[in-house]
């Protein structure tokens, strides 16, 4: 089992910045395959940046490219989502994830994840 603990959450301005951190503990042997998502109320769940933590290799979401960034610690235990130029449109509940995956697999934003944190939530006014 995996555990995965979101942090980092809370509330901003548009234009603003906020710092999402997931820390995984347990058996995460194999869990190469890092992600974040999110979903606003009323909406489907959406997802926003990946990541291979043996390669380093990310994918983003289109209306999240530019604006963040999906990063690890040199421990590969926690993984980070750097957000700029937040606007109302990014107001969710943020949920990290993982899954084991190849070595080298890059996951996309429909990779099928097993472990999930219990998320925190990001508002943005206007």
């Known amino acids: 089992q995996v555990q995965l603990v979101e942090s980092g959450g809370g509330s901003v301005q548009a234009g603003g910045s906020l710092r999402l951190s997931c820390a995984a503990s347990?058996?995460?042997?194999?869990?190469?395959?890092r992600g974040w998502f999110r979903q606003a109320p009323g909406k489907e769940r959406q997802g926003v940046a990946g990541?291979?933590?043996?390669?380093?290799?990310?994918s983003y979401g289109d209306s999240v490219k530019g604006r963040f960034t999906i990063s690890q610690d040199n421990a590969k235990s926690t993984l980070y989502l750097q957000m700029d130029s937040l606007t109302p449109e990014d107001t969710a509940m943020y949920y990290c994830?993982?899954?084991?995956?190849?070595?080298?697999?890059?996951?996309?934003?429909?990779?099928?994840?097993?472990?999930w944190g219990q998320g925190t939530q990001v508002t943005v006014s206007s």
């Open positions: 990541m291979n933590t043996y390669t380093g290799r990310t």
């Open positions: 994830a993982a899954t084991s995956c190849g070595r080298y697999f890059t996951p996309t934003l429909t990779t099928p994840y097993n472990y």
């Open positions: 347990g058996r995460t042997s194999g869990i190469y395959c």
